[in-house]
């Protein structure tokens, strides 16, 4: 499983491009005015420190083939919305997580998350002929789960205490996609987005 040095995914909603270190200043001003956005994450991105290290480590990921992260842009609204990724590649197993997103509050619950995941989910299965995508989240981040059982993922169980957080530890739940479920799944998302 290789990724092709420069990916972008885009529709007619969205462009998902690879961050950069220059993108610092467009992400500064979520880090700035919605703290909020990091609440459950195991990364923050609030506050001109953390963001910096926010950026840092997910370039080092990208050079080391470990996960690759993204800029998101809104093409309705022209502007740029927040940021995903891939990460945790597993090539022996086939398989990759899907995660780190967080988009400014007025680009929550408009259908970008949709559009997001339906260009990552389909690069993920139909380009790179993954077997699995796997996706956390924090078990007390109801928002994020209900989002992610929206786009079509099946959650599998909690791991318990598996992980430390800036505030201590943390359960997390999983949820999955698989190759075989994802025609029906795209189909259910493709459906949702033209809604």
């Known amino acids: 499983m290789e990724f092709q040095s420069e990916i972008i995914l885009e529709n007619e909603y969205v462009r998902l491009s690879p961050l950069q270190k220059s993108d610092f200043n467009l992400l500064l001003p979520f880090s700035i005015n919605e703290p909020e956005l990091w609440e459950f994450s195991l990364l923050p ?44 590649f597993q090539p022996v197993h086939n398989t990759v997580q899907l995660g780190y997103t967080w988009y400014g509050a007025e680009f929550q619950k408009t259908g970008l998350n949709r559009n997001c995941k339906l260009l990552m989910l389909t690069y993920a299965f139909e ?65 949702k987005i033209r809604i």
């Open 45 to 88: 991105g609030n506050g001109e420190e953390n963001l910096s290290k926010y950026l840092e480590l997910a370039l080092e990921g990208r050079k080391n083939a470990h996960s690759y992260p993204f800029i998101v842009f809104d093409k309705r609204k022209n502007q740029i919305a927040g940021s995903t990724r891939f990460y945790d």
């Open 127 to 191: 380009t790179l002929k993954l077997d699995r995508v796997e996706f956390r989240a924090d078990a007390n981040n109801i928002k994020s789960i209900e989002a992610m059982k929206a786009i079509g993922c099946t959650p599998e169980g909690i791991l318990r205490s598996n992980c430390s957080s800036p505030t201590g530890r943390r359960d997390s739940i999983v949820l999955s996609i698989l190759a075989n479920e994802w025609p029906a799944v795209k189909q259910q998302l493709i459906q």
